[in-house]
């Protein structure tokens, strides 16, 4: 999902030579902590709250306001906006193109459509979240390894034991995975009983992820194990040219073979 499918578009803005006090008085009467400063449909500035404790009301909002005022492509994707506005600590951000201002996203409405990208069973993001991952990295041709983990036997834990049982499953084995995840790790329920991991570990550090995730673990009374396809950039031949579609395909692939593998032997 991109920035421009959910931004508001009206914008509330000032002129640069209106006087810091009006500024003040349309931000307290809209309730909001802060304008836009635009002259001629160009985004020039931004006045902020702090800005106006700053600075005498008499003054001019030119010489109050921000000038290096971070912004977002409307072609940006909302995890790319969350990002900028973790990093700077910001409420609001501007959605341009170009030198024009079409629009604003705000913290509020961002974590909303976030929260919507999140598995409510186990708790971690859908599969939209690990796709823009993906891609970004990609398109910075930054090498990452994918784990695409299957759950042994889960159609017949639900079948046996109920839903609700292979409910608790689904839980477990995603707090067992977090417990070995570390900041360069991204995680996924992609559906049902499938996981994504994209890592930026090196392949030995990788190899002992998928190590520790496929070990098996007792649930009540039953054995929960997992089948892992993995996918070695540097390993990957013309990875840059794959998509992303492309790599989760093959990795899904080899979980598959995996799985096949496990059950001749069994």
Not at 21 to 29: G, P, V, W
Not at 51 to 72: C, E, F, S, W, Y
Not at 221 to 234: F, M, R, Y
Not at 242 to 256: N, P, T
């Amino acid at each position: 999902m991109i920035v421009s499918d959910v931004m508001e578009k009206n914008i509330h803005s000032v002129s640069p030579d209106k006087s810091v006090r009006y500024a003040s008085e349309k931000m307290t009467s809209l309730r909001i902590g802060s304008l836009l400063v635009m002259d001629q449909g160009k985004l020039v500035g931004i006045i902020t709250s702090r800005d106006i404790r700053l600075t005498h009301p008499n003054r001019l909002v030119a010489d109050a306001m921000t000038k290096q005022v971070i912004t977002v492509p409307y072609t940006a994707t909302i995890w790319e906006a969350n990002e900028l506005m973790k990093k700077f600590q910001i409420e609001r951000i501007p959605v341009v193109t170009e030198d024009m201002c079409v629009g604003i996203i705000t913290k509020g409405n961002l974590q909303e459509l976030i929260g919507k990208s999140t598995d409510l069973l186990t708790g971690v993001y859908k599969s939209s979240y690990i796709e823009y991952i993906g891609e970004r990295l990609l398109k910075e041709k930054q090498l990452f390894n994918l784990l695409f983990i299957d759950l042994d036997q889960f159609g017949l834990i639900n079948k046996l034991y109920g839903h609700p049982f292979g409910n608790d499953v689904l839980r477990t084995f995603v707090n067992k995975l977090q417990l070995f995840l570390k900041n360069e790790d991204y995680l996924c329920r992609y559906a049902g009983d499938e996981f994504i991991i994209i890592t930026r570990r090196n392949k030995e550090d990788t190899m002992e992820l998928v190590r520790q995730a496929s070990n098996f673990f007792e649930f009540e009374h039953i054995k929960i194990s997992a089948s892992i396809g993995v996918i070695i950039g540097e390993e990957t031949k013309h990875f840059f040219a794959l998509s992303m579609r492309d790599i989760i395909e093959k990795a899904s692939v080899l979980s598959s073979e995996q799985k096949n593998k496990q059950n001749y032997a069994g």
